[in-house]
Each structure stands twice: as C-alpha cells, then as structure tokens.
C-alpha cells in the first residue's frame, strides 16, 4: 500500500521563477493539504483540496495556487518566488468524510530553495 | 487566534531516562489533538492522535494525555533510546476547520 509520494524531492530555483510540486495521496484518501515548513518552524497549512475544489486557506498570498486532479493527486503552484519561499513543502492525504478519526498521512516533502 | 506552543525547544537526555514532551494550546474547543515525529529533512510520521472525548493514548513505549481544559497535552516517552532522538510535533485541530495548526516541536536528542 503505497503511501503519500511527493515529486520532486528537491529543487533550486532563482528569484522570480515559478515552481510546480506534485503529490499522490495515499491509497484510499480523497484529501490533500499542503504545508509549509520553514527551518527550525512546524508547519503551516497552506490549503487543502476535496472534490477538485480549495475546501480550506491558510494565511498564503495568492501567490500559492493548487489545483487537485480525478485521481486526487493534488499540485501546488507557487510563482514570483521569494527568497522567503525556501522550505520543506509538505503533502498531507486524509479521508474527508472520516474526519473525526482523521489521522494526516505525510510525505517525506519537496525541499525548495530560492536563491 | 489558535496557537500551539511546545516546551522545551530541546532536550537532551541520557538513554533510559523517561520524559515528558509539553504541548500548550489555545482554545479548548478541540477536535482532537496529534502528535508527530520528525527525523531531520524528513517529512512527518504520526505518532499517537487523541480524540476530545479521550484523555489519553498509548502506544508502545509512548503515551500521549489530553487535558481540554487547562489547553495541555503531554507525550511521556518511557526508557529513551537513541533512535528516538528526533523533533516532536503538536497539532492541534478545533472544532470549526479542517486544517492542524503545529506547534514548533521540540528537538529531541538521547545519549548512548
């Protein structure tokens, strides 16, 4: 039973460029949320896709777009990076309609660095 | 405004000693509570999750309580080994969204 994949593993990008991460949920959930992980920080929930549609924002600029396929693998977008863009970017998959139960599953993340 | 706090930022102890991990959060109205481990440039590992109605969870060597009331929760880890050394993460979801708000974590490091 595969788990949450996230692609690429890591990546180096300059300044105003655009980036595009990929994840797989795992087997059997419907739900992707992405976060974002600073160094030294936890992570902060950037949004969250259900039914092909944003169910949930955090507090990121427009910036950060998403978008969640029929297979529900989900992608996150994040153009005119900012230096302040490095981070761990991290894939959570879960069961929407099982949320009182609902435990994140995690990838291992998309390591970006803006330079 | 739901915050999540974690103390200490780390803890270094000697291998077979028992700890404690805090977790401090705003608002009570939680709909549950998770706990996570990190390895470093790793992504996140579920560790234990509590329900509101539960006061406590185990795990293994690990046991996680729950206290709403007075916004705490707490992951006692019994006879420490080296591989546990690692950050431990709280995450907190309430009542109205869907999302988890971390806290900082607390860096873990055990001592052969």
């Known amino acids: 039973d595969a788990g949450v994949t996230q692609s690429p593993t890591h990546l180096i990008k300059t300044r105003g460029q655009q980036v595009t991460l990929r994840c797989s949920p795992k087997s059997g959930h419907d739900t992707v949320s992405w976060y974002q992980q600073a160094l030294g920080q936890g992570p902060q929930f950037i949004f969250q896709?259900?039914?092909?549609?944003?169910?949930q924002r955090g507090n990121f600029p427009d910036r950060f777009s998403g978008h969640q396929y029929p297979n529900y693998s989900s992608e996150l977008n994040v153009n005119a990076l900012l230096l302040g863009d490095s981070a761990l970017y991290l894939c959570?998959?879960?069961?929407?309609?099982?949320?009182?139960?609902?435990?994140?599953?995690f990838g291992a993340g998309s390591r970006l660095t803006v330079l | 405004k739901q915050e999540v706090t974690q103390i200490p930022a780390a803890l270094s102890v000697p291998e077979g000693e028992n700890l404690v991990l805090n977790c401090s959060f705003t608002?009570?109205?939680?709909?549950?509570l998770q706990w996570f481990r990190q390895d470093p440039g790793k992504g996140l590992t579920s560790l234990l999750l509590?329900?509101?109605?539960?006061r406590e969870q185990t795990s293994g060597r690990l046991n996680a309580s729950l206290d709403k009331s007075s916004g705490r929760s707490t992951l006692y880890i019994a006879a420490s080994q080296p591989g546990d050394s690692a950050t431990y993460l709280c995450a907190v979801k309430w009542n109205y969204g869907q999302n988890f708000v971390f806290g900082p974590g607390t860096r873990l490091s055990v001592l052969p």
């Open positions: 509590i329900q509101s109605s539960q």
């Open positions: 896709y259900y039914e092909e549609e944003e169910r």
């Open positions: 959570a998959s879960s069961w929407y309609k099982n949320s009182g139960a609902n435990v994140l599953t």
């Open positions: 608002d009570s109205a939680i709909y549950n």
